[in-house]
């Protein structure tokens, strides 16, 4: 622990010293609809939270809904006294904030590796599932891609406008796919690409996506879950800003056209064994088969996590590559779950099916538990796509009949915990019934 207190001091200490001006630093982790929350410290009081002062925030904001209010879910938020739980610092996530008017900086925090985790945070839920699955000596090495539009700064009565082209000053209304879109956004795109990587995100492909002013970006693979998960939500949070740094909106929205393409959060996973072997590739793949299985049967009742809101069910319907069965293929982008051509070593599933604004710890949570139980299970999927176009199973298309499939399935309460599963759904339940509660115009032009 010393040992530890010690490491979180020198880099406490050498961001003071290669950041002087900066005064206060943002503490920050995500709740369960994905949004960050936390504290904005000055740094000479994070310089004793490192040396080992407690770190305490209200345990139930965690529990925050999408619009930031809090929902009653048992004897939580207003029958425990709203209590503290202690954080604790994320080594070797303090980094400088480039997008905000003056210095900053922003660390991330978290329950897991406390004395009392909250169950239902969704680092701590990805934690326990990866210190399981390294007990049984798989490890996962994992690799997020993440699809996003930008927008005009302003809206237009509520509504998003399409990104202006900085060279012709028109609007980017025309989906493609063109290399020239990268050249036409470069500004903009280089600005994210560099505040990422000074956040030590591996950022490594970029893609003009489909939508107009969608974009894709891929990061680097690692073995460290965790971590890969970190990235992608903190690249979310950086990339938003720079973005009206630059007179845009970035968003991770999943349908924000009904007319183009949604953004998905597709997640590359393989898994190793202590000595390095590629389990999956085993026995002439048989352990893939089995995984995709897993996933494959577990996938209907993890759609409040794949689908976290009424706009993210928009997503599957009718547009290029978005599943509405659970389905798998060889490089087949219809699949939910694909397998892109590679060598043994190599060899991973790509699951396709969040939506870019799902919370990037829940769904590799999900991926890795439908892994596992697949494995363990050892049955032997449906038929890929590639020969049977009609294979597949149904899952939920709304957030009610999901919440009703995820929260009574074993595997999953099991799986994820049975706490997590009970909050998470009560959460999700009334985050629905609460967009259900505004009158939409449409409503008054068919009935009033």
């Known amino acids: 622990m010393k040992s530890h207190s010690s490491t979180l001091l020198a880099e ?35 310089e004793k939270v490192a040396a080992g002062s407690p770190l305490k925030l209200p345990q139930n904001a965690v529990l925050l809904g999408a619009q930031g209010g809090l929902f009653k879910i048992g004897d939580y938020c207003f029958h425990d006294g709203d209590p503290d739980a202690n954080r604790r610092l994320v080594p070797g996530t303090l980094k400088p904030v480039s997008w905000e008017a003056q210095p900053l900086g922003q660390m991330l925090i978290t329950s897991d590796g406390t004395e009392a985790p909250i169950e239902f945070e969704p680092r701590e839920v990805l934690a326990k599932v990866l210190e399981r699955l390294h007990r049984k000596g798989i490890h996962p090495v994992v690799a997020f891609e993440l699809e996003f539009y930008l927008f005009d700064k302003k809206l237009s009565d509520g509504l998003p406008q399409f990104a202006r082209d900085p060279l012709s000053d028109d609007a980017d209304d025309q989906p493609n796919l063109h290399i020239e879109r990268l050249s036409r956004f470069a500004p903009v795109l280089d ?66 056209y009904l007319q183009h393409p949604g953004s998905g959060m597709h997640v590359h996973v393989s898994l190793y064994d202590a000595a390095g072997n590629n389990l999956l590739a ?70 396709r099916l969040a939506s870019a604004d799902a919370n990037p710890y829940l769904v590799l949570a999900a991926i890795l538990v439908g892994l596992e139980h697949g494995l363990e299970a050892a049955k032997e999927p449906i038929a890929p796509l590639n ?62």
């Open 282 to 351: 085993a026995h002439q793949q048989q352990p893939l088969r089995h995984a995709v299985a897993g996933c494959l049967q577990l996938l209907p009742h993890c759609m409040p996590i794949f689908s976290p809101n009424h706009n993210a069910f928009r997503r599957l319907g009718g547009t290029v590559n978005a599943a509405t069965r659970a389905c798998w293929g060889y490089e087949d982008r219809d699949a939910c779950v694909r397998i892109p051509e590679s060598d043994p070593r190599n060899l991973r599933i790509e699951h």
């Open 191 to 256: 600005d994210m690409v560099e505040t990422a990587k000074a956040q030590g995100i591996d950022i490594t492909v970029i893609t003009a996506e489909l939508g107009p002013g969608q974009f894709e970006i891929n990061f680097g693979h690692l073995e460290d879950g965790l971590r890969a998960a970190d990235w992608a939500a903190l690249f979310c949070r950086s990339t938003r800003g720079v973005a009206l740094k630059h007179g845009y909106r970035a968003s991770f929205m999943a349908k924000p």
């Open 12 to 46: 406490v200490r050498t961001f003071r010293q290669n950041h002087p001006d900066v005064r206060y630093v943002d503490l920050i982790a995500l709740d369960i609809p994905g949004h960050f929350y936390g504290k904005r410290y000055p740094v000479d009081m994070l």
């Open 387 to 448: 020969e049977d176009r009609k294979s597949g199973a149904d899952f939920p298309l709304e957030m009610l009949e999901a919440v009703r499939a995820m929260q009574h399935q074993p595997a999953l309460r099991e799986g994820l915990g049975a706490e997590f599963v009970d909050v998470y759904c009560e959460n999700k339940r009334q985050d629905h019934l609460a967009f259900q509660q505004e009158i939409h115009a449409r409503e008054y032009r068919w009935y009033l």
